[in-house]
């Protein structure tokens, strides 16, 4: 619970019930691809720790800025040249949400 910042379990789940019905309330739908497809999300110090914990598994991840979030994702070329049909299996509406193109 420390590395979300929470105390205790409860206090996590409250928060998180908040921020959903936050997202509910603005008319957000389908997933956030900042969440969803990145290693690791926060702050520069969070996201550099993430990669850092990595070790070799971390050293050719991206460390990309978007606003106030800092993102650890991997390469795009990572998975593209060899799962292009399996990848489009995973996405385009297999889920409650999804993003309009």
């Known amino acids: 619970m420390e590395l979300v910042g929470f105390e ?4 996590h789940q409250l928060a998180r019930a908040n921020w959903v019905n936050a997202a509910l309330e603005h008319g957000v739908q389908g997933r956030d ?10 702050s ?5 720790g993430i990669k ?5 598994k971390g050293r050719y991840r991206e460390l990309i ?3 106030d979030a800092h ?7 990572a998975y593209s040249r060899h799962f292009v049909r399996e990848m489009g299996l995973l996405s ?4 409650v949400f999804w993003e309009k193109s």
């Open 8 to 11: 205790k379990l409860e206090q």
């Open 33 to 42: 691809r900042g969440w969803t497809e990145n290693l690791a999300v926060g």
């Open 44 to 48: 520069e110090h969070f996201v550099k």
């Open 52 to 56: 850092q914990a990595l070790g070799t």
């Open 65 to 67: 800025e978007r606003g």
């Open 71 to 77: 993102m650890l994702r991997e390469p795009a070329v």
């Open 92 to 95: 385009a509406g297999n889920g």
